[in-house]
């Protein structure tokens, strides 16, 4: 009985084993990126300039305003109503918003193609680095 378990056990573990030689053969290459730029912000800027981006303004669908039904109640059988929007003295009033940023910071254009745009960046000593998905810009402070 001992000597089946082992042959079965023997077998599985040579069985798994073997199922690693018919897996997929990845070449792996090592090496460091050769393609490096250096452009002023008046190139890039005539460069936008030159070549324009076509974007397609977005579809809206056209609803009509729902138009709520209109009835009376008595405030007696009101069990809670909330306060009118405005009267909350916290809000003092409206804050300056700021800039958008596409309007005061050249950083990478978003073009529409890759929803939704995943964004980030990294500011360091003399360099700001920006990506969005795939693009990526690292520019000198």
Do not use: C
Not at 64 to 78: A, G, H, N, Q, T
Request: charged share 25%; glycine share 6%; hydrophobic share 35%.
């Amino acid at each position: 009985m001992k000597l089946f378990k082992f042959t079965h056990l023997a077998l599985l573990i040579f069985i798994l084993f073997s199922t690693s030689a018919f897996g997929q053969n990845n070449n792996i290459y090592k090496g460091k990126s050769t393609f490096s730029t250096k452009i002023s912000f008046k190139e890039i800027e005539a460069w936008d300039k030159a070549h324009p981006v076509n974007v397609a303004e977005k579809k809206r669908p056209n609803k009509e305003v729902f138009e709520y039904p209109e009835f009376s109640l008595e405030k007696k059988k009101i069990l809670y109503l909330e306060e009118k929007s405005g009267t909350n003295p916290v809000y003092k009033g409206a804050k300056d918003p700021s800039p958008l940023p596409d309007l005061d910071f050249l950083g990478l254009d978003d073009n529409g193609n890759s929803i939704p745009p995943d964004v980030n960046g990294a500011a360091g000593p003399e360099h700001l680095m920006v990506t969005l998905n795939t693009e990526t810009r690292i520019m000198d402070k």
